[in-house]
Each structure stands twice: as structure tokens, then as C-alpha cells.
């Protein structure tokens, strides 16, 4: 994404602004504006090696036994949903009324929401697979994830190559794969004469993000949107990934995401999404759509919704600086991301919600030794460490709202509005 020749630049040295500006201090919620975060930022000063260190031993080490225990709950708990939502129409055989409209779409609303949640830690468990934390086994993580991914329309392999670019590009603004931020030329209305002079994380600047504030029921129906059809986007458009001037897709083997030599990987994906696509359309042909409807489409939206929410709010947030060239490393972008409190849904998500830190640090640790290697590390990382308990629908739209762009120039850049 090169620089729009029309932004301003954006003077570092004192000037009549920065002046005017001196002792002046956000009078922002320190949740809601990057201006304290940017002004405070410094390098971590430990190695990789030494965090790693700090982690006990025995949390690299695999269970395959276990995994496959984590998979068949979760299998469990899905097949029980699904049976006990077959009794939902007829009242589980008249022994509940539930030809009340109102009472019936109660009931079916909370299957979507049960399942949709079950589905999304199964969709965590495949996700584990293709980091190698799953197993130490990597035919059976494979197989493990296709199926599941598969089962929930996400093409396996294609996905995983995407998704350890991501690991390996975090917070770099040109190799990040996800959530890739927009910058400010991006917003038109946002540039400014030629010459102009604003000094950054200033009074003025913040006055300038408030008058350009949308409505909040724009910013509403926007993040409605997004939570709905993000992942489906990004999938099939790329949409929040890097940019390209062709079509990038996980789903064709031309996609310039990809590489030739990965085409077999994108096939073997796409035969895994059709194989669910077909089974699908048989059992529409078998129960009728709206069968397929309720007890597969709509908790899959469900799935999405989490998918997005969980992977949004882990790397989207005023404290989260982004790079460029030299100033980024593994260990920085590693450390661009938020651990966030769901609550239960901690239990259900395995945990890829409060321990995304560690998992980002080391990402082929299994999943159920994160906790412990989570706790390990806040002692060595300290404020290095971004912990986030605030309710999480309330996180998503602070984050919508006060993370618009980023700058077009600097090496270390924190969003703005």
C-alpha cells in the first residue's frame, strides 16, 4: 500500500502546533484514543527465547488422547443440540406446547445460539490441527482438520497457509494477512492540503477525528455487516487482507495469495467444501430447505459471528501499534494482540479468547496448556501484556469506532478516527 501523494506530512520535530499542544492531555477515555499508547510506546526489551523460557516445559508437550477427547465433547455436545432441536416443532412429542409462534422461534433461538457457540470452539479445535498444536502427529492433524473445517465450510489447507502467513506477518503492514488496517487515503475526506501541518496525538487532531465522528447508526449497520458476511468475505474476496490488483481468493489456485506449488492444498480444500455443499443440497432435497435452514444455516451465521468478533477484537484496539520496514519483528507483532475475557464462552471457545498472547508467541503449543503458559508469561511481559475483561459487545463497537485508519507514513503507526 504505497503512500498517497496527497497526505500531509506529518512533523515529528516541535512547530507552532506541538507547542500550543505541550502538557495537553486527551480528556478521551484511554480505552477509546491511541494518543496515550502512542506517546508511551517502547520496544519490548526481553528476547523471544527468554519468554519462552519463562514457560514451563511440560506446556509444549502433546496429548494426543486428550485433543481427540476435546473433539468428541464437542462432537457430543452438537449431536445433542441438533437431537434435542428435532423435538422443538412437536413439542418433543406433545409434552410441551410449542405451537405458539413466540415460544417456538424462543426455542429455535436458542438452538442457534447453543450451537452456533459449539460449533465455533469445534471450529477452534480444527484451527488447533493446523498449527500442529492439536498433535504431534501431522497426518492426523490433517485429517482432523479437514474434516472439521470442512464440516463447516472452511477450506482446510487454503486457510492454513493464509493463517500462518498472519502468525508469521503480525502487525506488519504490508505482510499481515487479516484485518489489515485501512490507511488514511483510504478516506478522502480525511487528507489535507498540501502542506498542511497537524501534529500528531494533538489536541487538534483529536478535535479533527470527533467532527468526522459517523452516526452511530451507520457504524451500527456497518458492524452488523461485518459480523454476518466478514468471514464469508474474506474468504472468497480476501476482503480485510492485503490488498492486490487481481482476485484473491482461498478459493482458486491463481489467487495471488498463493504460491504454484500450493495448488494441491487450495484442490484438496475446495473438495472438502463441496463434499459439505452437496450434502447439504441432498438434505434439502430429502427435509426441504427450511430444514437445512434451521438446524445448518443459521448457526453457521452464528459461527461467523464469533469467528469475526473473537479474531477482531484480538487484533484491532487503540493500545495495538502496527509497523513498517525495520521497525518490525517477530516478537512486536507477535505481542499486537489483545487476550479478552468472553466469560463461559471462554469454556466453549477453549480459550483461544483469554490466551491469544501466548498462542501468537508460540503457536504450535496445544491449546490446552495455554492458560498455564498465559499466566507464566503476564509475570515475564508485564505491561507488555494487553488484558482486555470489558463486555465484549461493548469492546467491538469501542473498537469499531476509534480504530478507522492508520497513517500512510511512519514505522510505528496506532490507529485514528
Given amino acids: 500500500?504505497?503512500?498517497?501523494?496527497?497526505?500531509?506530512?506529518?512533523?515529528?520535530?516541535?512547530?507552532?502546533?506541538?507547542?500550543?499542544?505541550?502538557?495537553?492531555?486527551?480528556?478521551?477515555?484511554?480505552?477509546?484514543?491511541?494518543?496515550?499508547?502512542?506517546?508511551?510506546?517502547?520496544?519490548?526489551?526481553?528476547?523471544?527465547?527468554?519468554?519462552?523460557?519463562?514457560?514451563?516445559?511440560?506446556?509444549?508437550?502433546?496429548?494426543?488422547?486428550?485433543?481427540?477427547?476435546?473433539?468428541?465433547?464437542?462432537?457430543?455436545?452438537?449431536?445433542?443440540?441438533?437431537?434435542?432441536?428435532?423435538?422443538?416443532?412437536?413439542?418433543?412429542?406433545?409434552?410441551?406446547?410449542?405451537?405458539?409462534?413466540?415460544?417456538?422461534?424462543?426455542?429455535?433461538?436458542?438452538?442457534?445460539?447453543?450451537?452456533?457457540?459449539?460449533?465455533?470452539?469445534?471450529?477452534?479445535?480444527?484451527?488447533?490441527?493446523?498449527?500442529?498444536?492439536?498433535?504431534?502427529?501431522?497426518?492426523?492433524?490433517?485429517?482432523?482438520?479437514?474434516?472439521?473445517?470442512?464440516?463447516?465450510?472452511?477450506?482446510?489447507?487454503?486457510?492454513?497457509?493464509?493463517?500462518?502467513?498472519?502468525?508469521?506477518?503480525?502487525?506488519?503492514?504490508?505482510?499481515?494477512?487479516?484485518?489489515?488496517?485501512?490507511?488514511?487515503?483510504?478516506?478522502?475526506?480525511?487528507?489535507?492540503?498540501?502542506?498542511a501541518q497537524i501534529t500528531e496525538f494533538s489536541e487538534e487532531e483529536e478535535k479533527e477525528g470527533d467532527a468526522f465522528e459517523s452516526a452511530p447508526i451507520v457504524d451500527l449497520l456497518k458492524i452488523v455487516r461485518q459480523q454476518l458476511f466478514g468471514w464469508p468475505a474474506y474468504i472468497v474476496a480476501n476482503v480485510s487482507g492485503q490488498r492486490f490488483p487481481e482476485w484473491a481468493s482461498h478459493l482458486h489456485t491463481k489467487s495471488p495469495i498463493f504460491t504454484p506449488d500450493q495448488a494441491g492444498q487450495i484442490i484438496m480444500s475446495d473438495i472438502g467444501i463441496a463434499i459439505t455443499l452437496a450434502g447439504l443440497g441432498y438434505l434439502g432435497t430429502q427435509f426441504g430447505f427450511m430444514a437445512v435452514l434451521k438446524y445448518y444455516v443459521v448457526p453457521y451465521l452464528w459461527v461467523n459471528h464469533w469467528l469475526v468478533m473473537i479474531t477482531y477484537l484480538q487484533h484491532t484496539d487503540v493500545r495495538l501499534p502496527h509497523y513498517r520496514g525495520s521497525e518490525w519483528n517477530f516478537l512486536k507483532g507477535a505481542l499486537c494482540t489483545v487476550d479478552r475475557d468472553f466469560g463461559i464462552l471462554n469454556f466453549f471457545f477453549h480459550r483461544i479468547t483469554d490466551t491469544h498472547v501466548a498462542h501468537h508467541l508460540f503457536s504450535n503449543m496445544p491449546f490446552y496448556n495455554a492458560g498455564v503458559a498465559t499466566e507464566a508469561l503476564k509475570k515475564k511481559l508485564g505491561k507488555f501484556y494487553i488484558y482486555d475483561n470489558n463486555p465484549i459487545f461493548w469492546s467491538i463497537w469501542n473498537s469499531y469506532r476509534n480504530c478507522r485508519f492508520v497513517e500512510n507514513e511512519g514505522d510505528v503507526v496506532f490507529y485514528k478516527r
Fill in 1 to 195: 500500500m504505497a503512500p498517497d501523494a496527497s497526505v500531509r506530512k506529518r512533523k515529528a520535530s516541535p512547530s507552532k502546533a506541538s507547542t500550543k499542544n505541550q502538557g495537553w492531555q486527551t480528556k478521551r477515555d484511554p480505552l477509546s484514543t491511541s494518543t496515550p499508547w502512542a506517546k508511551s510506546f517502547e520496544a519490548p526489551p526481553f528476547t523471544l527465547k527468554e519468554l519462552r523460557d519463562a514457560v514451563p516445559a511440560e506446556c509444549f508437550k502433546h496429548n494426543t488422547l486428550l485433543s481427540l477427547g476435546y473433539v468428541a465433547w464437542d462432537l457430543a455436545l452438537a449431536a445433542s443440540l441438533f437431537y434435542l432441536a428435532t423435538g422443538i416443532d412437536g413439542g418433543w412429542g406433545g409434552k410441551v406446547d410449542t405451537s405458539n409462534p413466540f415460544v417456538n422461534f424462543a426455542l429455535w433461538t436458542v438452538y442457534w445460539i447453543a450451537q452456533g457457540v459449539v460449533c465455533t470452539g469445534i471450529w477452534v479445535l480444527a484451527h488447533e490441527c493446523g498449527h500442529g498444536g492439536f498433535s504431534a502427529h501431522r497426518t492426523l492433524n490433517h485429517v482432523v482438520g479437514w474434516v472439521l473445517h470442512s464440516a463447516l465450510l472452511v477450506p482446510y489447507f487454503s486457510w492454513k497457509i493464509t493463517h500462518g502467513m498472519h502468525h508469521k506477518g503480525c502487525g506488519h503492514m504490508d505482510k499481515d494477512q487479516v484485518f489489515v488496517p485501512h490507511v488514511r487515503s483510504d478516506f478522502k475526506h480525511r487528507l489535507h492540503a498540501e502542506g
